[in-house]
């Protein structure tokens, strides 16, 4: 994580964005050796500029890396993580999900989509209510073992979490735990 130590809702939650996180850093490196150019030299910054203007030509993680390495003109923070009043950090946000999304072999279509947008939430959770960020944060470690929810299973989990405060929206570690809070309205 870019923003120091962050506090993750589970131990699978963290380990699902651990993972995501060194396939990001070894998505750029290949991109480094493929174009040589060395890390950590002004080419390297101009790249990662490059990506985060063209998300379209890339897939999502080299983008994410791009992002991870960027300081935002605006803010000084790294980019898409400052303040939420921050326009550029917003604008580059919202940019890269234009990135290519390639699915893995052996999973449902459109788990690779569901993988990025949850781990972007993730990582990015001020950018979002509890109630949006918590199905997102429960869903990321199913998604990269493989799975996918259909959308009726999807719509069931969202109409549970409608009846949590958001507190404990941002309290529930497993979809559970949701369902257990849930019954008791
Ligand atoms: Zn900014």
């Given amino acids: 994580m870019v923003d ?11 380990r ?8 990001l850093e070894l998505a750029w490196a290949c991109l480094l050796a493929e174009l040589d150019v060395a890390p950590g030299t002004p080419e390297e ?18 983008v994410d890396a791009a992002l991870d390495r960027l300081t935002c003109p605006l803010c ?28 893995r072999p052996n999973v449902s279509p459109g788990n690779e989509h569901a993988i990025r947008v949850s781990f972007a939430v993730a ?37 549970l979490i409608n009846k949590l405060t958001p507190g404990e929206c941002d309290e529930v570690v497993t979809l559970a735990e949701v369902e257990a ?5």
């Fill in 4 to 14: 120091g130590t962050p506090t993750w809702r589970s131990p699978s939650l963290a």
């Fill in 16 to 23: 699902a964005v651990a993972e995501l996180e060194a396939e």
């Fill in 45 to 62: 910054t101009a790249l990662g500029w490059l990506v985060a203007d063209g998300p379209d030509e890339h897939d999502w993680r080299v």
């Fill in 76 to 103: 000084g923070s790294t980019l898409t993580h400052g303040p939420v009043t921050c326009h550029r950090c917003a604008y580059y946000h919202g940019m890269r999900f234009a990135a290519r999304e390639t699915d």
């Fill in 123 to 159: 990582r990015h959770r001020a950018r979002y209510s509890p109630r949006a960020r918590v199905g997102y944060e429960l869903s990321l470690p199913g998604l990269v073992a493989g799975e996918l929810p259909t959308t009726a299973q999807a719509q069931a989990a969202k109409a």
């Fill in 181 to 185: 809070l849930a019954r008791t309205r």
